[in-house]
């Protein structure tokens, strides 16, 4: 796998997330944690669900496996050959997929908001929310159609080794949502109420249309042409679909469980759905920055590597790809715990949103860095279940954590009366368990996979976060006592300052306890700058 590959790629989605921030900052300061908030998360949960599974899941994965090895068993005109037919069965399935969500618009928000009657503070609907709600649903659902061709693209792309403008598409997205939503929502609404909301749904399917759009160039460059083909009764197909029924539920365990943890904090109380999704929003940061990042160059090396069955070439890329992914995700996991007030403070604490939003967010960012490193690897080891077609492990592990979350919230909600930082937790915990799981079941089927290195190289690792902990805590301390009594440019000094600081003593801490990840990096920034 190839460092400099990693790098791009993290450059790349690294603009996509901080460009889904500035979405997330935006819609803090117009409507806060209102329920008219509450009301366009959940509508966009179940699109966004399926962005998630079909954009960096289940259908990229499944895709890029088969096609990878398509092209070096057969050639790549008939890995061509096997993208129009997938390309033509997503479409038409897709959009029928679409059309069905619409019609059922009404019963996907009244499941959506079943649990709203009970918990810590009991939540009723009103008619004017409910109907807005099934509104938004409406007019995003299509995006399910939009996003699905675009991760067959970006498989194709990957497939043939670039990278750089699949990363980039979600920029796009993000991009065309914000400011095509943001022109229609305030020619719907110029005081920003909840109907400007339904004008940023439509910026939602916007965003949908420029992500596909501008991977076109890319994809002809590498000598692909659309022609519809609904011989949809081969092999390949078949591979994917065979691939992607297990891969679905696997891949997906995380982001059913958020959208579960959306349902259960209706009965938490008016907020905490928009506390929750801020706080997720920076928790992907990492996520996407990095864990994505090393999947996405892993997962063809790693489908190339076990053509011939399982050797040292596979064993040898995940475990790069595992250490690669604690060396760039465990400070910033840790980073985030530990600077979480002054992050969220930062970033979403002004207009409409104050300082119970804060400390309410704060608290759930914690509660998703207890587990924000298991859910960074889990990017990298599922897809390896793939590429030797062991899909049915992390099939399995997928439901095990699923009921864990059901069982979890339950009690943590309904039993122990605890707040929305307990489903945040929950989420934590199914991440971890099921990476405990997958190692193990991957480890009997590739025998030793590095795990003497990997445990070295995270007490290393840990060991340097460990000093950057201690320099963020008291540098906290010390210059951000009070969040809401500074100025906007004094915090962001302070802030900015303090996680510069702490970023360069971890890594001054990685080459004193020579952490083999970051001579790689130093070595391909000095053949960089040597150009």
Known sequence: MSVKATWKVSAAVMLSRVLGLIREVLFAGLFGGSRWMDCFYLAFKVPNLLRDLFAEGALSQAFVTTFSKKVKADGVESAWVLAN???????????????????????????????????????????????????????????????????????????????GMPALASCFFNIGSMTGGALIGYWMDPEWGPRSLVGFSWGVLIGGMAQLVC????????????????????????????????AVIAASVTQVNVLVNAMFAYGVGEGAVSWLSYAFRLMQLPIGVFGVAVATVTLPAMSRAAINGIGKDFTSTLLKGLKLVMFLVFPATVGLVVMAQPIVSLLYERGKFDELDRLATAGALQAYGCGLLFYAGLKVLQPAFYAIEKRWFPMVASLMALVVNLVCNYTFVFVFKWGHESLALTTSIVASLNFIFLYAAMMKYAGDIGTGRLLIAFLKIGSATAVMAAVCYYGSQMFLSDL????????????????????????????????????????????????
């Open 85 to 163: 037919r997938m390309m033509t069965l997503a479409a038409v399935f897709m959009s029928v997929v679409a059309l069905v969500g619409i019609a059922v618009a009404p019963w996907i928000v009244d499941l959506l908001t079943a649990f709203s009657r009970s918990g810590k503070t009991p939540r009723v609907y009103n008619a004017e929310e409910i109907s807005l709600t099934i509104e938004m649903v409406r007019v995003m659902y299509p995006f399910i159609a939009l996003v699905s061709l675009s991760a067959l693209v970006m498989g194709m792309l990957n497939a043939r080794d670039v990278f």
């Open 484 to 531: 809401s009594g500074m100025l906007f440019w004094k915090k962001a000094l302070a802030v900015l300052g303090l996680i510069g600081v702490a970023g360069s003593v971890y890594l001054m801490a990685t080459l004193m306890l020579k952490v083999e990840e970051i001579r790689d990096v130093v070595g391909m920034l000095k053949k960089r700058l040597g150009k």
């Open 215 to 246: 991977q076109f160039p890319a994809l002809l460059a590498v000598g692909y042409r659309f022609k519809a083909n609904f011989n949809w009764n081969d092999s390949g197909v078949k591979k994917i679909l065979q691939l992607m029924i297990p």
